[in-house]
């Protein structure tokens, strides 16, 4: 509860009275004028500069457009030299790079990242609000993208792209000559970094950033979505990142996680791969999902049937897809009882996702059905996805999975899943709110062109695949003998690929030629019922006139003057009197106004922040180690500059009008405040990664008869303690530095902090000296007992970078007993890092002495 | 908006595909075609799923054409709820339980013991290293690239690595099971129909994953026990001139260091065993059938037949000593 709450009661919910007035015709110029500058974007080259998310999200769409054209063309390669048998069109190695490319690119440069573009474009339209909490996060991870994204495709033009597959199973990828799969672990971890930054921004947004009145139960299904993928996200890419690690310290230090000879397993890998890879499908296919659960409630004029078994059922895939990873593993000789655990789990994932596919053929059959152009897409995205995920139902039977495992059957499932779980409804998307994007509309013919050669080369591609697998054709064969019965069917999926290529060459060539003399799309044109149709056309940049106060599901459809309202400045925030740019933030559940919250505007901060991180991963993979040491203290330099200059400044007034009478405070600090969250929801990734080391430290145990190996060096015991009981002080310290600051004894919280770094120090050095006898090279124990410290060591060291943040900003009056959401975020980051050392400490220094 | 033809046509085109494959299920490497026990089984498998998935699917896409072209009116709240529940919840819990059911019953019959032989398989890189364990016997008989089976008995393999995760797959005789540096995976196999059958590494190797593949015969357990005891012997002495120039060669070059054949001084273990390779029906893990001419080519430059092999190019070697060298070793039956 705010202060404010405590002291009068809110005019919340706002009266019809109140509603109802009208706004002057000279004030309501005044405030669009106003408004229409704090929100301008740049002009000429500063244009770049943007960070808000109409912006940046159209970049992003337009780049992870671009990432997957280049990877289609990767695999009209593929199809052409595999059209024919013993064909020498490209050699083997080129092949391998290019479905390697084709793989990586498709998934971690388009599927997730496309899901994330759009999301960032809608969801504020979506939730009535004027932006995301954290533009310049936003512009942070697009610039991320793009350099990692340009960086791993183009290194297949120089013939060094990796070639060991999409999961890049070790040995095999661990013993690659070349810089290929560092290319590949360190580009796209920089990628999967800034998919991070999007689902921490994203889950904020839909947690705080919706329009007043909009509880969580009147959300758009969308945005209930974007919640669920957000979360697999989180705990999805993390144990990717940890492995990650683990593999480029094998690949860089020789630490040997994966080497059996010394100790390593290459299955840990596998598990770590999958735990992210399988979520991850689902990661790709829950967002078209929602982009259905937007296009059918149109089309058939009728709210969404089920709305709560939908979202139920959306929450319960995301947890599912969690317990599912074991069945890319079916034939790796795991025990029959795991087999038959993970089988029944895989097919129990087909429940809820029944549940929304017939959610979707209910609210058909109650509505009145229009048929358009987005509504043909999703058509055949039904078609596509059944076929899909029935075969996907035949896969999850473990002993059937032996015969296709690894055979063009998968191929054939897997693109038949992405392409009618992913493709079609995304591009039922692009057909649906281009007239939100572009405020223009597609063609209707060439839309159709586009979907019958789309649909017909995809089925002509695939569906001949699952034969060529069940007649023994494995995957990833750069070439094959004749005579096997493959040749046909070879040829014939080689002919759709080229059609499906013609296909998407009318929809691209629809979707960005030149416009200038096309008429304005109608503001409404598929006559929807939630908010992203209440933008501006001609377009604006504020995102909404006045932010609506919402009390339905289909605002439009069921608040008849809430259009008007809105355009008329009638609701929250109609104007910009300090000439800032500014939106709302609610609470999580009911979303009662809490805050006038100040955006942050244009800035290159976060291209040169990003540039810098980049060097900081492309600079290892040439084993260039000082440059990128260097460029990472220049990216945590940028970072620090940013966040000093723009984030948590004591504002000129603590409390403002947000309309309507409402009076809103303008600084908050602790769970009020959007800054809190971030740092809640990526310390939980954070603690994942963490997590799926100290996983690998286990899994070492299980897998392995002796384990610590006899006779092995341990770290060092009194270091390790003195190391916890140091980090634990330091945590203490920092909690107490908060609550001597909010008692307004300022000396003694500046004191409590100078003192915490110390202790992280000492704990640090600690740390360091009780793993420095071992030799991590040696074998796997040492190594993993090495990263385990070397995770805490690194934390801390960016613990002390906080505190001594706090102290700077405590000397400077940017952080006073009022204002402390700094060291609100810090204490929390020491919490969750409190809670890893000790996991560090028990795990290094006590559980080798019990096992 | 689209005329209405267009869903029954794509329909059509899915039952001439589907006849297409009824059509074309045989081949040495199929699946759909077994040649034992286990693949049996599992295409048994496969043909019931297939025929509830064509069912299931036009139900799904029957149903949303129904609601969006013919019946678009609207309809029943109630009806639409149920539909809900009993599509949703009713129908795959009772359709996947019945098929989980039969789908993990027959799960522990693919890891059965085996009747009394093991064959130990490592996979290399891009070829097999074969050892044959009779029953008692306490050391193997060493071949390569070629797998013979006795029909009717349950054989183990035990499979292995050296470098990279390879998997051992023969679709005709059975599932496939993925081969691990230091570990061990296991799998069991029991061939009823003598013949030749083809199998394929399935697990991505590195650069010639696709030419990794392995012979099968199944023969009958009378054959297969003569077969055994020729393939325990050593290596036949050169018959001709022209092999004995051959073998000379063969020392001369350094073949022994990385191969082997008994009853000679050669005793390499990093290239596959050639002590009866000229008995075998392929060369280089199926990438060729055998041939003096197909010996020759390999000899002269693995890499163009089989590109990264770890073998090295010979291409110093005339014509006429290529043709010496190839007739002695496929010589070796």
Redesign the interface.
């Known amino acids: 509860m705010t202060e404010h709450e405590n002291r009068s009661p809110l005019p919340f919910p706002p009266s019809e009275q109140a509603l109802a007035e009208p706004v002057p015709e000279d004030l309501r110029a005044a405030q669009v004028a106003r408004l229409r500058s704090a929100w301008a974007r740049p002009k000429g080259w500063r244009y770049w500069s943007s960070v808000n998310s109409s912006q940046v999200g159209k970049w992003y769409c337009l780049t992870a457009l671009f990432f997957m054209l280049c990877a289609g063309v990767m695999a009209l390669i593929i199809r052409l030299q595999l059209a024919v048998p013993e064909n020498d069109l490209i050699?083997?190695?080129r092949f391998?790079q290019l479905f390697t490319m084709h793989g990586s690119a498709m998934m971690f440069l388009f599927a997730v990242p496309m899901f994330e573009a759009i999301s960032l474009f809608l969801l504020p339209a979506l939730l009535g609000a004027r932006d995301m909490s954290f533009p310049r996060l936003s512009a942070f991870g697009y610039w991320c993208f793009l350099i990692g994204g340009v960086f791993v495709l183009s290194s297949i033009l120089f013939d060094v792209a990796p070639r060991?597959?999409w999961f890049m199973?070790p040995?095999?990828a661990t013993?690659d000559e070349g810089p290929g799969s560092d290319i590949w672990l360190l580009g796209l971890s920089f990628i999967e970094i800034a998919s991070l930054a999007a689902a921490v921004e994203l889950i904020v947004g839909v947690l705080k950033c919706r329009a007043p009145g909009m509880r969580v139960n009147l959300m758009p299904l969308y945005a209930w979505y974007v919640l669920v993928v957000g979360g697999m996200i989180l705990f999805a890419f993390p144990p990717l990142i940890a492995g990650d690690l683990l593999f480029e310290l094998e690949r860089s230090l020789d630490w040997p996680f994966f080497d059996?000879?010394r100790g390593g397993?290459?299955?840990l890998w596998q598990h770590l791969f999958w735990i992210f890879g399988h979520p991850e499908v689902y990661i790709v296919f829950l967002p078209s999902i929602a982009i259905t659960a937007m296009v059918i409630p149109t089309v058939a004029r009728?709210p969404i049937?089920?709305y709560s078994?939908i979202v139920l059922?959306a929450v319960g895939v995301g947890f599912l897809s969690f317990g599912l990873w074991v069945h890319h593993m079916f034939?790796?000789?795991l025990p029959?009882l795991s087999?038959?655990f993970f089988?029944?789990a895989s097919?129990?994932v087909?429940?809820?996702t029944?549940?929304?596919?017939?959610?979707f053929?209910?609210?058909?059959?109650?509505?009145?059905?229009t048929?358009?152009?987005p509504?043909?897409w999703i058509?055949g995205a039904?078609?596509v996805f059944?076929?899909g995920g029935?075969?996907g139902?035949?896969l999850a039977?473990?002993?059937?999975?032996?015969?296709?495992?690894?055979?063009y059957f998968i191929v054939a499932h897997l693109h038949y899943t992405l392409f009618g779980g992913m493709i079609f409804p995304v591009i039922a998307g692009v057909y649906y709110f281009f007239p939100f994007f572009r405020k223009r509309m597609l063609s209707?013919r060439l839309g159709?062109w586009a979907f019958?050669l789309i649909?017909?080369g995809f089925?002509l591609c695939f569906?001949?695949m699952?034969?060529t697998g069940?007649?023994?054709?494995?995957?990833?064969?750069?070439?094959?003998?004749s005579?096997?019965?493959w040749e046909a069917l070879n040829l014939t999926s080689t002919v759709g690929a080229f059609v499906i290529a013609a296909g998407f060459a009318v929809f691209v060539w629809d979707l960005l030629r030149p416009r200038r003399n096309q008429p304005d799309a109608p503001r409404n044109p598929w006559n929807a019922g939630t908010l992203e149709w209440a933008h501006d056309i001609p377009v604006e940049d504020w995102g909404v006139r006045s932010i609506p106060y919402v009390t339905s599901r289909y605002p439009l459809w069921q608040q008849p003057k809430l259009l008007q309202r809105m355009d008329q400045g009638r609701y929250y925030l109609p104007d910009s009197d300090e000439g800032a740019r500014e939106t709302l933030v609610t609470s999580v559940i009911d979303a009662k106004p809490v805050l006038i919250q100040r955006l942050t505007g244009p800035s290159w901060i976060p291209l040169v922040a990003a540039i810098f991180t980049g060097g900081c991963f492309i600079f290892p993979t040439f084993g260039l180690y000082w440059p990128a040491i260097l460029c990472g203290l220049l990216a945590g330099g940028a970072i620090l500059i940013w966040l000093w200059t723009a984030t948590a400044r004591p504002p000129r007034q603590a409390e403002k009008d947000a309309g309507l009478g409402l009076s809103l405070p303008t600084y908050a600090s602790g769970p009020d405040s959007v800054g809190w969250w971030a740092i809640w929801i990526t310390m939980l990734g954070d603690a994942t990664a963490f997590s799926s080391i100290l996983f690998g430290f286990f899994f070492y145990w299980t897998a392995q008869a002796q384990f610590p190996p006899p006779g092995a060096a341990h770290a060092d015991g009194v270091a390790v303690a003195v190391a916890a009981l140091a980090l634990i002080a330091s945590w203490a310290l920092v909690v107490l530095a908060r609550r001597t600051n909010r008692l307004q004894r300022v000396g003694r919280a500046r004191a409590a902090l100078i003192t915490s770094t110390l202790c992280a120090g000492t704990g640090a050095l600690a740390l360091a000296l009780a793993v420095w006898p071992l030799d991590p090279t040696a074998h796997v124990y040492p190594a993993i007992v090495c990263t385990i410290a070397l995770w805490i060591g690194v934390h801390t060291v960016l613990g002390m970078v906080m505190q001594l943040y706090c102290l700077a900003g405590s000397l400077t009056g940017k952080l006073t007993p009022h204002h402390d959401a700094d060291l609100g975020n810090v204490t929390l980051f020491w919490n969750f890092l409190a809670l890893s050392s000790l996991a560090a400490c028990a795990v290094i220094g006590i559980a080798p002495r019990l096992l | 908006?689209?005329d209405r033809g267009?869903?029954p046509r794509?329909r059509a085109?899915?039952w001439l595909?589907v006849s297409?494959?009824l059509a074309?299920?045989?081949?040495?490497?199929?699946?759909?075609d077994p040649a034992g026990e286990d693949?049996s089984?599992?295409a048994l498998?496969?043909w019931v799923?297939v025929a509830g998935?064509v069912v299931?699917?036009l139900m799904?896409?029957g149903?949303?054409?129904y609601?969006?072209?013919v019946k678009?009116?609207?309809?029943?709240?109630a009806?639409?709820?149920w539909?809900?529940v009993?599509?949703?919840?009713v129908?795959?819990?009772t359709v996947?339980g019945a098929?989980?059911t039969w789908?993990?019953t027959?799960?522990?019959d693919?890891?059965q013991a085996g009747d009394g032989l093991r064959i130990r398989v490592t996979g290399e890189q891009w070829w097999w290293r074969v050892e044959y364990w009779p029953e008692g016997s306490d050391t193997p008989i060493v071949s390569a690239n070629e797998l013979r089976f006795p029909a009717g008995r349950r054989t183990e393999l035990i499979l292995s690595s050296a470098?990279?995760?390879h998997?051992f797959?023969i679709?005709a005789l059975?599932?496939?099971?993925?081969m691990?540096?230091?570990?061990e995976?296991?799998l069991s196999l029991r061939p009823t129909e003598p013949g030749r059958y083809?199998g394929?590494?399935?697990?991505?190797?590195?650069?010639?994953?696709?030419w990794m593949?392995i012979e099968a015969q199944v023969m009958p357990p009378e054959a297969f026990a003569a077969w055994l005891g020729t393939e325990a012997r050593s290596a036949n002495l050169p018959a001709t001139a022209a092999a004995q120039a051959g073998m000379a060669l063969f020392n001369r070059e350094g073949c022994g260091a990385c191969h082997a054949i008994r009853g000679t001084p050669h005793v390499g273990r990093v290239g596959p065993d050639l002590t009866h390779v000229g008995g075998r029906a392929t060369l280089a893990a199926?990438r060729l059938p055998m041939s003096i001419e197909a010996l020759q080519a390999w000899i002269v430059q693995p890499d163009r037949l089989k590109?990264?092999a770890l073998m090295p190019a010979y291409p110093h070697l005339t014509r006429a000593e290529t043709l010496q060298l190839a007739t002695y070793l496929r010589g070796l039956e």
Not at chain 1, 397 to 407: E, G, K
Not at chain 1, 471 to 476: A, H, K, N, V
Not at chain 2, 200 to 210: K, L, R
């Open positions: 050699s083997a190695d391998n060991a597959g199973y040995p095999l013993q059996p000879t397993d290459p299955m009728r049937v089920g078994w059922s034939t790796t000789g029959s087999l038959g089988s029944a097919e129990a087909v429940i809820p029944g549940i929304q596919l017939f959610a053929l209910a609210t058909l059959m109650v509505g009145r059905v048929m358009s152009l509504l043909l058509t039904l078609a059944t076929l029935l075969t139902v035949m039977i473990a002993p059937f999975d032996f015969q296709v495992h690894d055979t209707p159709r019958w649909f017909s089925n569906l001949p699952h034969l069940l007649l023994g054709m494995p995957r990833r064969v750069y070439t094959y003998s005579g096997l019965g | 908006m689209t267009n869903l794509g085109a899915f595909v297409l494959a074309a299920c045989d081949g040495d490497q199929s699946a759909l693949a089984v599992l498998l496969f799923m998935a299931l699917f799904m896409n149903l949303f054409f609601f969006t072209r678009v009116r609207s309809q029943s709240r009806v639409a709820r539909l809900i009993g599509g949703g919840i129908l795959p819990v996947l098929l989980l789908g993990l027959i799960l522990p693919h890891r470098h990279v995760i998997s797959w679709p059975g599932g496939k099971m993925d691990f540096p230091g570990r995976t296991r083809r394929q590494c399935a697990e991505f190797c590195g650069t010639s994953h696709a593949a199926g590109p990264g």
